[in-house]
């Protein structure tokens, strides 16, 4: 069998400093490219972050310095990546089969890193050993998009998340075959036991944003104190 083509895409900071490089694969599942739903939130972070100097009114509140951060289905890591250069402590997370293009894309971008990042294997729906409980963030782009993960992920993501958790998803809304039931139905389910929000398409990135490309930012449902 050929071996795998190996291609770069650079992706730029919104400071003009030296952006992420990604090598990304051809032959592999879908985690082998960086997906658009990926550059929308990782410019997204890079946008929200550079807000802290802003004044109160105009802040969107991601500060990520320090934050621990998780990344589910990460693929290539460019989201991951992008966390750890805003100074947070990130954990990328995907199947064992994409790990070493994620360690690879680690290594290749650590120079940029202020925080810290490391990869790990985390199958959705599959019992946590060796994971931090609830950290600050969890981040996840173009992670619905088949019927058999969503309970699943959904699981992960109730398992993971505390009262504090912030679960930043980025999707894109696909018109094609299953796609508008798969996410309606994880829509329905995620709502149970999560409160959503979505993020105006104003504050994307005024370059990396599209109309089919949303934000929703998520957080584990308060219980009621016993009557
Ligand atoms: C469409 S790709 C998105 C990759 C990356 N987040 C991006 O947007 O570029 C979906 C990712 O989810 C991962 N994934 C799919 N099913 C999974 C599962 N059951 N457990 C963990 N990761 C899974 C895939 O390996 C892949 O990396």
């Known amino acids: 069998m050929a071996s795998p083509f190996v291609f770069e895409r650079e992706v730029p900071r919104r400071d003009g400093s030296a952006g992420l490089r990604l090598a990304q694969r051809s032959g592999g599942g879908t985690g082998c490219v ?7 939130l990782a410019r997204f972070l ?3 972050a550079a807000h802290r100097q802003a004044p109160p009114g105009r802040r969107l509140r991601l500060p990520l310095l320090r ?4 990344e589910l289905g990460a693929g290539a890591g460019l989201v991951g990546l992008m966390a750890a250069t805003l100074g947070a402590n990130v954990t990328v997370t995907d199947l064992e089969e994409v790990q070493d293009l994620l360690k690879m894309n680690i290594e ?5 890193v202020t925080g ?3 990869a790990k294997v985390l199958k959705w729906g599959e019992e946590l050993t060796g994971f931090l409980p609830t950290p600050d963030y969890i981040l996840m782009a173009d992670c619905i998009y088949y019927e ?3 309970e699943p992920l959904i699981k992960t993501l109730r398992d993971l998340s505390g009262p504090q958790t912030h679960i930043i998803c980025c ?5 094609i075959g ?3 039931e798969v996410e309606q139905r994880f829509f329905e389910l995620i709502q149970k036991d999560f409160e959503l929000e979505k993020v105006p398409l104003e504050k994307h990135d005024e370059e990396y944003r599209s109309e089919d490309i949303h934000i929703f930012i998520i957080q584990k449902k308060k219980m009621n104190p016993p009557s």
């Open 34 to 40: 960086v997906w658009d739903a990926a550059l929308v």
């Open 116 to 118: 810290s990042i490391q």
């Open 178 to 180: 299953k796609n508008p």
């Open 148 to 150: 058999e993960s969503l």
């Open 67 to 70: 934050k621990a951060v998780l």
């Open 46 to 48: 890079d946008k929200s």
């Open 108 to 112: 290749k971008n650590q120079h940029l």
């Open 171 to 175: 999707y894109e809304e696909r018109t």
